[in-house]
């Protein structure tokens, strides 16, 4: 028996454009040629958002026992962390 | 009676319990975590690399087509999308729904494929290969890698598609649908690490 809740299509349709908003963006700091720390805090920032939206939202882990989203979610915030570490240290 | 409103209106509301599993098969969520750890490393070693050759790294990023990029997250986003809603429908017992959004979700992941391939294509032709340098050896090994995952998560929706055009999935009855999403929607969380990554940080 399905026990899990019906996400509505609204919520889904709007976490589609978030994860659009955030793709042009990034698209639009890389065109214009934007670099060093500002930028790339925000792209990672960015990339975060909407990697968090697809894990909680499209891969329906919210609600789900904390262990399984702090896992998901600690893979995207430790890579993220890590390569904006190695981007700093290697200024 | 207004003692009465009071006590009614202060008593604590029960928080929803959470569900002890993701959705989908147990099994595909170890291949899951599995495919993202190999990917998490690969990332991190990525970026230790970049690390000790940002010139180059910067370098030959411009090289890339970004916009190629891009469209393809796009691509990929909507894919996902349309199998969110392909599970939505599902739950709501509209099957007919449920296989058109999962085949809308294909044709985004076809389109992602062709890009690609036009991409690798320009590049090949360019005399780009695993030699080349070391920014490249890990654009060819980090997307090819990635490649390989959209192909297989193309073949698990079609199979999702064919049985659900069956009718073989029902509001009560999907959860080898939502084990098919679970896995594609990793290929989608994957790219969006990679594009930001590879494309356009520097």
């Known amino acids: 028996m399905n026990t899990l809740p019906t996400q509505s299509n609204f919520s889904l349709d709007l976490v589609w454009a978030a994860l659009l908003l955030g793709t042009a963006y990034t698209w639009w700091l890389g065109d214009s040629g934007q670099a060093g720390p500002r930028a790339v805090m925000a792209i990672l920032a960015i990339a975060g958002v909407k990697g968090a939206l697809v894990i909680r939202e499209f891969m329906a882990l919210r609600g789900v026992r904390l262990r399984w989203q702090a896992t998901v979610l600690g893979w995207l915030a430790v890579v993220l962390a890590i390569n904006l570490a190695a981007y700093w240290k290697g200024l | 009676m207004a003692a009465m409103n009071t006590a009614v ?18 099994a595909i969520w170890v291949f899951i975590l599995a495919e993202l750890g190999a990917f998490g490393l690969l990332f991190i070693t990525y970026g230790f690399a970049r690390m000790s050759h940002a010139a180059l790294f910067d370098q030959m990023q411009q090289t890339l087509n970004r916009d190629a990029g891009a469209l393809n997250t796009v691509l990929l986003v909507t894919a996902s999308w349309c199998v969110a809603r392909a599970v939505a429908s599902i739950r709501n017992n509209a099957s007919a729904a449920s296989a058109r959004w999962l085949l809308a979700g294909m044709l985004c992941g076809g389109g992602f494929l062709a890009v690609k391939m036009f991409e690798y294509a320009e590049k090949f032709s360019q005399g780009v290969n695993l030699d080349t340098n070391l920014f490249y050896m890990f654009y060819l090994i980090l997307t090819f890698f990635h490649f390989m995952h959209v192909i297989l998560g193309m073949g698990i929706l079609g199979y999702v598609w064919l049985k659900t055009r069956r009718g073989g999935y029902s509001a009560a009855d999907h959860n080898g649908m939502e084990t098919g999403a679970s896995y594609w929607h990793m290929v989608d969380l994957v790219w969006i690490v990679l594009f930001p990554l590879v494309y356009v940080m520097r």
């Not at chain 2, 209106?9 to 147990?26: F, M, S």
């Open chain 2, 9 to 26: 209106q202060t008593l604590p509301v029960p928080a929803a319990e959470a569900r002890p599993h993701p959705p989908g098969d147990l």
